[in-house]
């Protein structure tokens, strides 16, 4: 049984462009994603799943924007514009994108008080998603990740991969970024740091 497992992040309507909080050109890892995704043999696809009225919103906090940083109990929130409201088209999966190969989808940011940008663990870096236990008890040790956007569900769900002991790869030209205020390349520091690898869609050896 194959150790190896394609992890698809927030592939979703509201970070694609014309959505609610856009990734820049994120429909075009689509086509790229549907390409690979059947030469796994394990595939997981996080989703994120926001109750109306989550803390994230800026809508929620008065006189604050969205991209704003705020101090919850938690820690520090950027504020987002209300995007993947549970039940909501926004929060739907592209259409195009073929969740065939996958066995799993992995829901996160479903507690209104806390946010979740990881597929692994929600932002108060406490409460698991479980996804780290499915993949140990199925065999899973490497993990190649792909999705929205890279400098933050994509990168906080590699960086905890590597503290519960996998092997994290991104799939460069399967991710698109926000890249807030320099963030891209702060992102890549921090992944590159904790032993997460980069390839690419043509280069991809399992």
Known sequence: MSDACLILVDIQNDFMPGGALAVPKGDEIVPLVNRIAPRFHWVVAGQDWHPPGHTSFASVHPGEKPFETIRLSYGDQVLWPDHCVQGTEGAAFHGALSLAPAQLVVRKGYRREVDSYSVFVEADRKTPTGLAGWLREVGIRRLWFA?????????????????????????????????????????????????VKRTHVDALQL
């Open 147 to 195: 999705g929205l956007a890279t400098d933050f569900c994509v990168l906080w769900s590699t960086l905890d991969a590597r503290a519960a002991g996998f092997e994290a790869n991104v799939i460069e030209d399967a991710c698109r970024a926000i890249d807030l205020n320099g963030s891209l390349d702060a992102a890549w520091r921090e992944m590159s740091a904790a032993g």
